[in-house]
């Protein structure tokens, strides 16, 4: 015989959980952001953005509905000059982003060619370290800093722009 009640309490108690982890997961991912912003002396920012794969129609419709259905997209990890225009944005994908259907743990991310599962906040961080380490990363960052230096006013407020390092 089914313990409806039981069953309920198990779901009621999952997503509990999920909610949790979501909050912890934000929370990790704040204090990456803060860590990033401090080392580049608050020029790089960090967001996770979902990506669409081309600029259709279908995919405009879908970008509209995002926020009351699950859309196919790439979800990433991106690194930006913090102030610059949006329209004038220079954006980095540092790194794809997954995390399960519910939110929570498991997370995923990749960069590069690494492919890294977390299920606590111990091994989400040790990722973050991680992909802030390589090479890769680095290159993606310092062309951002680069970037902020890439113009200059002079005294009579015309702008000088100087090539971009990349």
């Known amino acids: 015989m089914s313990n409806f009640a ?3 309490q198990q779901g009621l108690d999952a997503a509990r959980l999920a909610k949790s982890q979501q909050k912890e997961i934000e929370e990790t991912f704040d204090s990456l952001r803060d860590a990033v912003k401090e080392a580049t002396d608050h020029k790089i920012d960090l967001r996770i953005e ?4 081309n600029n259709s129609i279908m995919d405009q419709a ?3 509905l995002a926020t009351m259905t699950s859309v196919a997209g790439q979800t990433v990890i991106e690194a930006f000059v913090v102030g610059a225009s949006v329209t ?3 954006l980095k994908t540092l790194a794809n982003w997954e995390t399960s259907s519910v939110g929570g743990y498991p997370c995923r991310l990749t960069f590069d060619n690494k492919d890294l599962i977390c299920h606590d906040r111990e091994s ?3 990722a ?3 992909m802030l380490s390589t090479p890769l990363i680095g290159k993606k960052i310092l062309s951002l800093i680069s970037s902020t230096t890439a113009e200059d006013t002079l005294s009579n407020g015309e702008i000088v722009t ?3 390092i990349d």
């Open 88 to 90: 004038l944005q220079k």
């Open 162 to 164: 100087k090539p971009e």
């Open 50 to 53: 979902r990506r669409y794969s």
């Open 62 to 64: 879908a970008r509209a």
């Open 124 to 126: 989400l961080e040790s």
């Open 6 to 8: 039981q069953s309920l």
């Open 128 to 130: 973050f370290d991680e």
